[in-house]
């Protein structure tokens, strides 16, 4: 039998139903309308990847008004940044392009050192600077994007405390449940979460922030959207474009730290090469003759998944790959050999806007 499914920030498990969630949740799936601005931005968001949000059609509005808008969202340094933690930020960055505004990117080396029992002090600063440096290869507006760490930038505390005192034990125990409180540092995280969502209208006052991020981390939504309209603050909700997960090379749900689950950002062309090869789950059949005959699955196919996510902008190219997988025309060894190509293509260039990250990192990082 499927594995119930299970969705919190700290816990992906079994089959995920994404309507189910969205009904669970709360949230709004994203309308034809919608779709219609958002159809030439990234394959994230126009090949549905994207697919709930809360209030983006009133981030939109006021955009449409002339009023300031803005787009925050952040990254939990927990180790050196693979493919999968590329999506909210692929997409903030889409959105920066296409509406001009300010980006803003806390990164929660806290919320990291509190949860992973492993992880030092030390070493969470070091995957700080490292992630940081991935973020700013993505190539977001100098001058228009604001990066900063918990553990360096110590000014975002004060909001966290301002925060902290108008949430009640009870309110943050109904939104997330129970949680692995094994230390008091967890129990305090949300409150930080929530001055990072929340950043952009203490420093700029109130407007709408749109946090893009995957589904699990919607609880963080909701406790934010509560306390900014506290009379302490007098902010409006921020809004939230939501995506699913995306799946490890060998099929499960998300991406983890295990060995053949993911393509890290500075991986070599031949580590890629041999991952995927290895590794990824594949919807061709099990001999080339079956597969003449019967053609694959693109829809469970992992190398596809990817090619139409992130590594495939042509709409045309990936049509034609998706019709030959289908018919049995394009073999599993060609399609890997493709996705291949195209995923070094695209390390390659990142890797060479890494080396020239690091000699930008005052143009971004907060005072
Ligand atoms: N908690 C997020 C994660 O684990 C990272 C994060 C920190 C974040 N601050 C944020 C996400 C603000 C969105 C908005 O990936």
Known sequence: MAKEQKVTPWEVEGEVDYERLTRE?????????????IEKLHPLLRREFYFSHRDFDKWLESYD???????ITGRGPSEKMHVGHLVPFLVAKSLQDEFNCEVFIPISDDEKFYIKENLTFEKALEYSKDNI???????????????FEDFVYTDIYKFAARIAKR???????????????????????????AAHILFPQFMRGSHLSVVPVAIDQDPFIRLTRDVAVHPDFNFMKPCALHSKF????????????????QIFLTDSQEEVKRKINKYAFSGGQSTAEEHRRLGGNPDIDVPYQ?????????????????DDYKSGKM???????????????FLKEHQKKRELAKKQLEKFLMK
Do not use: C, H
Not at 25 to 37: D, Q
């Open 246 to 261: 995306l799946p490890a090379l060998t099929g499960a749900v998300k991406m983890s730290s295990s060995e053949g689950s």
């Open 167 to 193: 949430i009640t034990y009870s309110e943050s125990k109904a939104i997330f449940g129970l949680k692995p409180e094994n230390n008091i540092g967890w129990g305090f995280y949300p409150a930080m979460q």
């Open 133 to 147: 440096i991935d973020l700013i290869a993505l190539g977001f507006k100098p001058g228009k994007t604001f990066i």
């Open 65 to 71: 008004k002339g009023k300031k808008v803005s787009i």
């Open 306 to 322: 990817y090619l139409k996510m992130i590594f495939e902008d042509d709409d045309k190219k990936l049509k034609n790959i998706r």
């Open 25 to 37: 949740f709360g949230t709004s799936f994203i309308s034809e309308k919608i779709k219609k601005r």
């Open 331 to 345: 073999l599993t060894g060609e399609l890997k050999a493709y996705t291949i190509e195209k995923i070094n293509a």
